[in-house]
């Protein structure tokens, strides 16, 4: 018998579910053990669709309204809206090719992000009930792609920043990523406040967490409208998937936020 994949829960309010996955629960195995559904890091296609199958039962929503995209650590932001479900299989495929956020205001619709030490991030719009999912490596993080993501959701369903509940799920934190000089002028050259988010060891490290934090309260989404998990995927390997430790050809955790359909 399959077992359930364990979520990590976060509170948004009623009418919304947001979570992240655990490696626990599933049939993947070796470095994509246990829970993977991710199709892009070599994982075994019975395995993850397999898992898709356990998580959509679980979740109480149909397996074709599970969304995510094919990520390429850039700042490219997609509307899941009625037509695409009208689109064929490979159609869907192409429209998610080479996007890194997805947004949504359909009920039952769960869009996601896959991370393995990058950063998961969570948006939903109470008042015109609309959520996004965004993954924010460190290209995307200095590319701004939370700011992105919020600004086409004030374009798209006119989402104020002060009505916004946000999480910063779980990824590497700043006491293990270690970045060479030229990502930290990455990000000092892209202006972010270095003596916050950056901290010398042998090498610079980069607080991720914190750099997304900051965009969002840039744009005037309160502080208190933020949680930060606090889980580093890296110190955690044994329970979240984390590159840096297992390697590329590994498993991912999803990352998924869907509005109720009774609410």
Not at 8 to 20: C, I, N, Q, W
Not at 67 to 73: E, F, G, K, L, N
Not at 187 to 208: C, N, Q, T, V
Request: hydrophobic content about 40%.
């Amino acid at each position: 018998m399959t077992q359930l994949p364990q979520l990590l829960h976060y509170d948004l309010g009623e009418g919304v579910t947001a979570f992240s996955s655990t490696r626990h629960g599933g049939v993947s195995e070796g470095n994509y053990a246990e829970f993977n559904i991710n199709y892009y890091c070599g994982d075994l296609v019975s395995h993850i669709e397999a898992n898709r199958q356990t998580l959509c039962r679980l979740l109480g929503i149909d397996e074709n309204h599970l969304v995510y995209p094919h990520q390429v650590h850039g700042v490219e932001v997609r509307q899941i809206d009625g037509e695409f479900f009208s689109l064929s299989s490979a159609e869907r495929k192409m429209v998610l090719e080479g996007v890194d956020a997805v947004r949504t205001d359909l009920r039952g619709v769960c869009v996601g992000v896959s991370t393995a030490d990058c950063i998961p991030l969570l948006i939903y719009d109470e008042a015109h009930h609309a959520v996004c999912a965004v993954h924010a490596g460190w290209r995307g993080t200095v590319a701004r792609v939370a700011q992105k993501a919020v600004t086409e959701m004030h374009r798209v369903y006119s989402s104020s920043p002060a009505d916004l509940r946000v999480v910063v799920g779980p990824g590497i934190s700043l006491e293990n990523f270690e970045v060479g000089d030229e990502v930290y002028e990455r990000f000092a050259e892209a202006g972010f406040p270095m003596e916050s988010i950056a901290r010398r060891y042998k090498k610079w490290h980069i607080d991720l967490w914190e750099c997304n934090r900051l965009q969002f309260i840039q744009l005037g989404v309160s502080p208190s409208n933020i949680q930060v998990s606090g889980i580093c995927t890296f110190a955690q390997a044994d329970d979240f998937f984390s590159a840096r430790r297992l390697g590329i050809d590994s498993g991912r955790i999803f990352t998924g936020i869907y509005l109720s359909t009774n609410s």
